[in-house]
């Protein structure tokens, strides 16, 4: 999410997320639980695409460039089994947090998850309606890009960033903000 993105970079001590659309509640949800379920950043990523994270020692993780994160989960394949046990999991921790959720919106969480799971790190935006456009970049991109200089400033490319803002979702100071942002209640 290019948000945590932001948030790694300025080093807020609280953060709202603003959205008019509920989804974007639902998948922050699904990130804050995978957070609070990742010790490193390849476990992070390794359980977003539904790979098992890395058997190594953590600490080599903890200096491992990004494009190394990235080709260790491109080299996996979920397990149904194990992606069912992760699912279950994310389930409970979901539920620790206190939010109130319908079925429709924990299906929407699941089927989120089940969209990285499926696609991995070649995920591409796309709108109901119409395939993704071969101009569009891939999730893989997302977090490979650089500046001209060549720095990656990803939340994903230091584990100092990860830990930045796994910090401020444990600590529940990223605040997703639903609603019309043009009315009295939403922004109040």
Known sequence: DQNFSYIARIHPTVAYIIDIRRDNLLLHLLFKALFARSATRVEYLSQLTGRAPPPRDPSHWKT??????????????????AVDELRRQLARTLA????????????TIDRFHRTFIE????????????????YYPTFRDL????DASGHAWNYLASEDDFA??????ADDAIIPVVG??????AMR
């Open 119 to 134: 696609a991995g790190l070649g995920l591409q935006f796309r709108t109901f309606g119409r395939a993704p456009q071969p």
């Open 164 to 169: 930045f803002v796994k910090s401020l979702e």
């Open 180 to 185: 019309d942002v043009a009315g009295d209640h």
């Open 96 to 107: 620790s947090f206190g939010v109130p959720l319908s079925v429709a919106d924990l299906a």
């Open 143 to 146: 977090l490979l890009a650089t």
């Open 64 to 81: 491992a460039t990004i494009a190394d994160v990235t080709s260790y989960v491109d080299r996996q394949r979920p397990v149904p089994a």
